[in-house]
């Protein structure tokens, strides 16, 4: 008898190569996880800034989702962070956390911070919805730029 | 739970899965076999595609099964377009139909056909003429759904069935929603093809027929034996026939009672969401709708916003559009039916049942309310 005969009779006595194999996924009772819901259900930092030092104003509501936020700046660190969102659960919930990660930061350690250190804080977003944390992290980093520009004695888009 | 999303699927009905289980347990023959273990099996078949027949006012033999809505809606445009290749090239259907219609037609594009989707207006209706106006000498088929899945709107199909009857041209209707909610006639409809499907009507999942009037050309989707006039092949799933025969016929028995409930407790939704919600509008309210559908869209906020909120206190709703690619895809419906962008993003669709009561209604609109307040508190729009 050939080896290739009997082929067949080990995909029913092979040992799985790792115990995952055999797992269910767990997973969060949505496709969000905890932490996502959280954010979104009770979004921190909601609001607006009236004297603020840097205001940016991100993406276009009639394709897709948009952002505001505000920041104040004192001694070189963000004193107060505002936002307001038009958006989708993944892009309340990760400009929520963002707006608490750049909170009490320098402005030079907010610049540093990226969608994926949105994403990680949140211990993670779906796949399809990762791109909604780029709207929270672009409306930080365009508020620090009105406010370096303004530092430089520049004009600046007016906050309504 | 609160289930509003009928229009997605519905629960079995217990008189249904009744129907089901001896063919899942003792009667499990095959329907082809000749002895007799298979010929209960045939028998339940058969008595099945009468019940359904006549629910529709067809004849038996008219009546292919199939495994749902989809496929009966590419075995009618592609059996049909193949069918009469060497007389035309031109199909017509509507801008708001199922993606079960459009993508096929899209892909018969590729196959050299050529494609006309008709607008609707803003009620989300069809108008007959247009479709009269786009017939040409090329034109061999026509496929306009009875019932839109979004907005509930009812189309103008007797109407159309009238204009392609007169014109010589194949007519295919999509009444995966209308069966249930509208009483069905396919001479009246002046339909060759017509589209059900099982789960939509308290029936079992994966099962649906495609009515072929007698004499209509047709190359078979999937071949194989013998089965169902050799359109299509396959050995046929007597449990979930069994089922949709009896699911179908309660439904038809029941139609008039039902739907005046469930139109009921529609008017009772829509009235208080407007009288206590600000800046809602209901899309297709302008046009003739079953009784079970509302798409309400809420101004200046997200649509899956919405839907999380709502999910999270356990009622089941849904929304045209998914912000799943970066560029949020509003519903083509709503879009056709010129609603802007922003509007159908915050749009959510409520499909009402049977089993459905005031109590729910109520709670859903109380919920409404604090979701649209507390949506609306964090909304970087001018929120009313």
């Given at each position: 008898?050939?080896?290739?005969?009997?082929?067949?009779?080990?995909?029913?006595?092979?040992?799985?190569?790792?115990?995952?194999?055999?797992?269910?996924?767990?997973?969060?009772?949505?496709?969000?996880?905890?932490?996502?819901?959280?954010?979104?259900?009770?979004?921190?930092?909601?609001?607006?800034?009236?004297?603020?030092?840097?205001?940016a104003?991100i993406?276009?509501?009639?394709?897709?989702?948009?952002?505001?936020l505000?920041?104040?700046?004192?001694?070189?660190?963000?004193?107060?962070?505002?936002?307001?969102?038009?958006?989708?659960?993944?892009?309340?919930?990760?400009?929520?956390?963002?707006?608490?990660?750049a909170?009490?930061?320098?402005?030079?350690?907010a610049k540093?911070l990226t969608?994926?250190?949105?994403?990680?804080?949140?211990?993670?977003?779906?796949?399809?919805?990762?791109?909604?944390?780029?709207?929270g992290v672009n409306a930080l980093q365009e508020a620090i730029r009105d406010?370096?520009?303004?530092?430089?004695?520049?004009?600046?888009?007016?906050?309504? | 739970?609160?289930?509003?999303?009928?229009?997605?699927?519905?629960?079995?009905?217990?008189?249904?899965?009744?129907?089901?289980?001896?063919?899942?347990?003792?009667?499990?023959?095959?329907?082809?076999?000749?002895?007799?273990?298979?010929?209960?099996?045939?028998?339940?078949?058969?008595?099945?595609?009468?019940?359904?027949?006549?629910?529709?006012?067809?004849?038996?033999?008219?009546?292919?099964?199939?495994?749902?809505?989809?496929?009966?809606?590419?075995?009618?445009?592609?059996?049909?377009?193949?069918?009469?290749?060497?007389?035309?090239?031109?199909?017509?259907?509507?801008?708001?139909?199922?993606?079960?219609?459009?993508?096929?037609?899209?892909?018969?594009?590729?196959?050299?056909?050529?494609?006309?989707?008709?607008?609707?207006?803003?009620?989300?209706?069809?108008?007959?003429?247009?479709?009269?106006?786009?017939?040409?000498?090329?034109?061999?088929?026509?496929?306009?759904?009875?019932?839109?899945?979004?907005?509930?709107?009812?189309?103008?199909?007797?109407?159309?069935?009238?204009?392609?009857?007169?014109?010589?041209?194949?007519?295919?209707?999509?009444?995966?929603?209308?069966?249930?909610?509208?009483?069905?006639?396919?001479?009246?409809?002046?339909?060759?093809?017509?589209?059900?499907?099982?789960?939509?009507?308290?029936?079992?999942?994966?099962?649906?027929?495609?009515?072929?009037?007698?004499?209509?050309?047709?190359?078979?989707?999937?071949?194989?034996?013998?089965?169902?006039?050799?359109?299509?092949?396959?050995?046929?799933?007597?449990?979930?026939?069994?089922?949709?025969?009896?699911?179908?016929?309660?439904?038809?028995?029941?139609?008039?009672?039902?739907?005046?409930?469930?139109?009921?407790?529609?008017?009772?939704?829509?009235?208080?969401?407007?009288?206590?919600?600000?800046?809602?509008?209901?899309?297709?309210?302008?046009?003739?709708?079953?009784?079970?559908?509302?798409?309400?869209?809420?101004?200046?906020?997200?649509?899956?916003?919405?839907?999380?909120?709502?999910?999270?206190?356990?009622?089941?709703?849904?929304?045209?559009?998914?912000?799943?690619?970066?560029?949020?895809?509003?519903?083509?419906?709503?879009?056709?039916?010129?609603?802007?962008?922003?509007?159908?993003?915050?749009?959510?669709?409520?499909?009402?049942?049977?089993?459905?009561?005031?109590?729910?209604?109520?709670?859903?609109?109380?919920?409404?309310?604090?979701?649209?307040?507390?949506?609306?508190?964090?909304?970087?729009?001018?929120?009313?």
């Amino acid at each position: 008898m050939s080896a290739d005969v009997n082929d067949w009779k080990e995909l029913y006595s092979k040992e799985p190569e790792t115990e995952e194999e055999f797992v269910i996924p767990e997973g969060p009772l949505l496709f969000y996880n905890e932490l996502v819901i959280d954010h979104f259900t009770h979004p921190r930092n909601v609001g607006e800034l009236e004297d603020a030092d840097g205001y940016a104003l991100i993406g276009d509501p009639s394709c897709g989702d948009q952002m505001k936020l505000w920041i104040k700046v004192r001694e070189g660190e963000i004193a107060d962070i505002k936002f307001k969102s038009f958006g989708c659960p993944g892009a309340i919930a990760t400009s929520s956390m963002c707006t608490v990660m750049a909170a009490g930061k320098t402005v030079a350690e907010a610049k540093l911070l990226t969608d994926d250190d949105v994403i990680a804080a949140l211990e993670g977003i779906p796949e399809h919805k990762q791109h909604c944390s780029l709207l929270g992290v672009n409306a930080l980093q365009e508020a620090i730029r009105d406010f370096e520009r303004k530092q430089g004695g520049e004009e600046s888009p007016a906050a309504p | 739970m609160i289930y509003l999303d009928h229009n997605a699927t519905t629960p079995l009905r217990p008189e249904v899965l009744d129907a089901i289980l001896p063919y899942m347990g003792k009667h499990f023959g095959n329907a082809s076999s000749y002895y007799r273990l298979g010929r209960e099996a045939k028998n339940a078949l058969e008595q099945s595609r009468a019940v359904i027949a006549r629910c529709i006012g067809a004849h038996t033999s008219e009546i292919v099964f199939t495994s749902g809505g989809t496929e009966s809606d590419n075995l009618a445009l592609r059996g049909a377009a193949q069918a009469l290749r060497e007389k035309g090239d031109h199909i017509i259907t509507s801008a708001i139909e199922h993606h079960a219609v459009l993508r096929t037609g899209e892909d018969l594009q590729r196959d050299g056909f050529f494609l006309t989707c008709v607008p609707v207006d803003s009620t989300g209706r069809v108008n007959p003429d247009d479709i009269k106006r786009k017939i040409s000498r090329k034109t061999i088929l026509i496929s306009l759904m009875q019932v839109n899945n979004e907005t509930g709107v009812i189309q103008p199909v007797d109407e159309v069935g009238k204009i392609a009857q007169e014109a010589g041209v194949i007519f295919h209707t999509d009444a995966v929603q209308a069966a249930g909610k509208l009483p069905l006639d396919v001479t009246r409809h002046r339909v060759n093809l017509l589209s059900l499907s099982a789960h939509k009507l308290y029936g079992p999942k994966g099962i649906g027929a495609l009515y072929v009037r007698r004499g209509t050309p047709l190359r078979p989707a999937i071949s194989g034996g013998h089965h169902e006039h050799n359109l299509r092949a396959g050995t046929e799933n007597i449990p979930a026939i069994a089922g949709f025969a009896k699911a179908l016929s309660l439904a038809a028995e029941q139609m008039a009672t039902t739907v005046h409930r469930i139109n009921d407790l529609r008017e009772r939704l829509e009235s208080q969401v407007q009288s206590r919600i600000a800046d809602v509008r209901i899309n297709g309210s302008g046009a003739p709708r079953v009784c079970n559908t509302s798409n309400m869209s809420f101004g200046s906020i997200d649509g899956e916003s919405i839907l999380l909120h709502l999910d999270l206190r356990g009622i089941c709703a849904s929304t045209g559009s998914a912000c799943t690619t970066g560029i949020p895809e509003p519903s083509h419906v709503l879009t056709a039916m010129g609603v802007p962008a922003s509007s159908a993003q915050g749009s959510i669709r409520f499909s009402l049942g049977r089993d459905n009561t005031e109590q729910e209604i109520d709670m859903v609109v109380d919920v409404l309310t604090e979701i649209t307040f507390q949506l609306r508190a964090i909304t970087s729009l001018k929120a009313v």
